[in-house]
């Protein structure tokens, strides 16, 4: 239901100013950016992935291709054998800030991909439903703005998760929340993961975010991004990072690979 | 007594104040210079005989048709080219070329197009309204954060759910604020415009006073502009804050 083949995957921007031809290079525009180049990548139904990588590596552009936002400039991503050509409610994305529609209320917001559902009672009762699940229950009609930012966030996954989607897609999920919100939001996702059992694909830059969350952890390098680290995660859940060896190591290597040498 | 707009009666007083004290010790005449105790008993006399009502209903018609006119068929042309570039490209330079012609140049065409009286003063109004609305309307459009498509594409919103659930309601706020400043220009218009081209309302009030040589009842005109102006702003300055509108403010 959430199997993800991405073959070949390569994303280049011309940047216009920048008129010297490249060598090789055929088209006279500009200079190419690669962006990232021949990705190949596989993730299994219901698997948690991190994306993790410094920032500005391109890990939220790919993303956004996978989701079908943005078009490569070669190579496919297939999902269950189709292959993506467009955004999809079966496949859906928590934006990084201000996913949420700030005229709406937290019940309009989570009530957007129910809206089709003719039976009002039914999808009242739905959207109540998710509403509690993410607790939120109280602030239904309270706007995101009235909102604090794990609020909102949560708010977000509601909505996400009402539609019942295959594949949730995460980008930078905790951005801008204060370290214990982050925290806290960080293990309600974990729990969501576990007992829905959808496929999650979640970039982020915090390598412990990636450790402590993922089932498959994928680590690129700057751009043009490259993937130096490909790793199924078999740790049990809840994970320590210090108290379970395999993981303190597996953490120094990341923060070695990704240059940050002294680790606090 | 905590609900009377306390500075606002402090400022007005003291502009009548001055008024008074200028207009009695300024050397002009009565006649030249009517001082406000006079002006109040002439608003008085023309509110009781119905002339300030017919005239004050006369502008405001006008420009409330001309308004609402600019208005249903401003926005939606503001929103359709604010999301097909081509149009923008084709018609943007047209409308900014058009919008600096002041209405009042067009005061000889439209008398001609469409005579004297209510049509030519709409006419007008329409125009002074019709192209800051649409251009407002593209800007606004232009300005609404992508993320919002992404939602929209994400939850397979249709053409016409994607305008009404995120087009129209994220350029509200931008919008109200549009429409507060077009209309203080569409009442400044209308004035003008009956100065010239019409037989009533308040513009006319204050022209015919002025051939009548009563000063006192051009001034009383001009007050009364003034009430409504500041009427018609309060109002819209109220919708602005409604709490939908405030609470999509946040981009």
Sequence with gaps: MGKIKIEGLTKHYVNRRHKRRDPGDEN?????INVFKDIDLEFEDGEMVCILGPSGCGKSTMLRIIAGFDSATSG????????????SPDHVFVFQQNGLLPWMTVWQNVELGLRNIKNEALRNETIQEYIDMVELSGFEHYFPSQLSGGMQRRAELGRALAVNPDILYMDEPFTGLDYLTHLKIREEV????????KTMVMVTHFIDDALIMADRIIVFNESPAKVILHKKLEYSRPRNIEKDPGLSDLRDEVFMMLGVSYVA | MKHLP?????????????????AKYSGFSANVLPGPIIVMESFKELILDGTLLKHSVASLYRVTMGFWLGVFLGIPLGIIIGRIKLLKKLLNPVIQFIRPISPLAWIPLAMLWFGIGDKPAIFLIFLSSFFPIVVASFIAVESINPIYFQVAANFNLTRKELVSKIIVPAIVPDLVTALRLTIAISWLVVVAAEMIAVQSGLGYLILDSRNALRMDYVMVGMIVIGIIGLMIDVTMYYISQSESIVAAKVK
């Design chain 1, 28 to 32: 006279g525009y500009g200079k190419i």
């Design chain 1, 76 to 87: 496919t991503v297939v999902i269950d054998g189709e292959t993506v050509v467009g955004p």
């Design chain 1, 190 to 197: 974990i729990n969501m993961h576990t007992f829905l059992g």
């Design chain 2, 6 to 22: 306390v500075y606002p009666l402090i400022s007005f007083f003291i502009i009548i104040a001055i008024w008074a004290i200028v």
